[in-house]
T-cell receptor
Framework: AQSVTQLDSQVPVFEEAPVELRCNYSSSVSVYLFWYVQYPNQGLQLLLKYLSGSTLVKGINGFEAEFNKSQTSFHLRKPSVHISDTAEYFC????????????FGAGTRLFVKA | EAQVTQNPRYLITVTGKKLTVTCSQNMNHEYMSWYRQDPGLGLRQIYY???????DKGDVPEGYKVSRKEKRNFPLILESPSPNQTSLYFC?????????????FGQGTRLTVV
């Protein structure tokens, strides 16, 4: 069975500092990987996705993520964060098996401080 | 504008009083699903639908019902709500082109059962 682990529940960081939000997954088959962002009192919206091809994926708002198959990871990075990046971030995995199911991680709350 | 619309955004109800949360999408998506979001647990799928009149249970279906009579609508029904169903609920839709597509989320419905 597939699962998704977001290793940090909260990440505080100062404005303009770099940040990495970690995500590990377990699946024995090919996977598709997503990062979503949830701003306060809003639904989730897609930041970026990995389907195939280049393992470095660029998304909106200056975020990028790298798919590492050997380490089963899909960490999200941004070289310089802004106050407006304060939000909750969810890693999600969909596997190439029967049934259309996406598994979400528990979320990482990013706090950007001035 | 492409969107998923949920109503109501906030709802307080009493134990046992039947309620319906509506969800509508204007993107002609085949696949729709309901999630609940609880602190530390991320998003858990309640029910999903691959097309009109095709629905199936997700990971936490107990106490919920759904129907899909039209492609655009996917209401969530709580026949006899209980306090453990107090949660933040999200409806999502996506194109059913295998498992490679991202989900579009509604704004969420915060339900409190007293």
């Amino acid at each position: 069975a597939q699962s998704v682990t977001q290793l940090d529940s909260q990440v505080p960081v100062f404005e303009e500092a770099p940040v990495e939000l970690r995500c590990n997954y377990s699946s024995s088959v090919s996977v598709y990987l997503f990062w979503y962002v949830q701003y306060p009192n809003q639904g989730l919206q897609l930041l970026l996705k990995y389907l195939s091809g280049s393992t470095l994926v660029k998304g909106i708002n200056g975020f990028e993520a790298e798919f590492n198959k050997s380490q089963t990871s899909f960490h999200l990075r941004k070289p310089s964060v802004h106050i407006s990046d304060t939000a909750e971030y969810f890693c999600a995995v969909t596997s190439n098996t029967g049934g259309f199911k996406t598994i979400f991680g528990a979320g990482t709350r990013l706090f950007v401080k001035a | 504008e492409a969107q998923v619309t949920q109503n109501p955004r906030y709802l307080i109800t009493v134990t046992g009083k039947k309620l319906t949360v509506t969800c509508s999408q204007n993107m002609n998506h085949e696949y729709m699903s309901w999630y609940r979001q609880d602190p530390g647990l991320g998003l858990r799928q309640i029910y999903y639908s691959m097309n009109v009149e095709v629905t199936d249970k997700g990971d936490v279906p107990e106490g919920y019902k759904v129907s899909r009579k039209e492609k655009r609508n996917f209401p969530l029904i709580l026949e006899s709500p209980s306090p453990n169903q107090t949660s933040l609920y999200f409806c999502a839709s996506s194109l059913f082109t295998g498992r490679r597509t991202e989900a579009f989320f509604g704004q969420g419905t915060r339900l409190t059962v007293v």
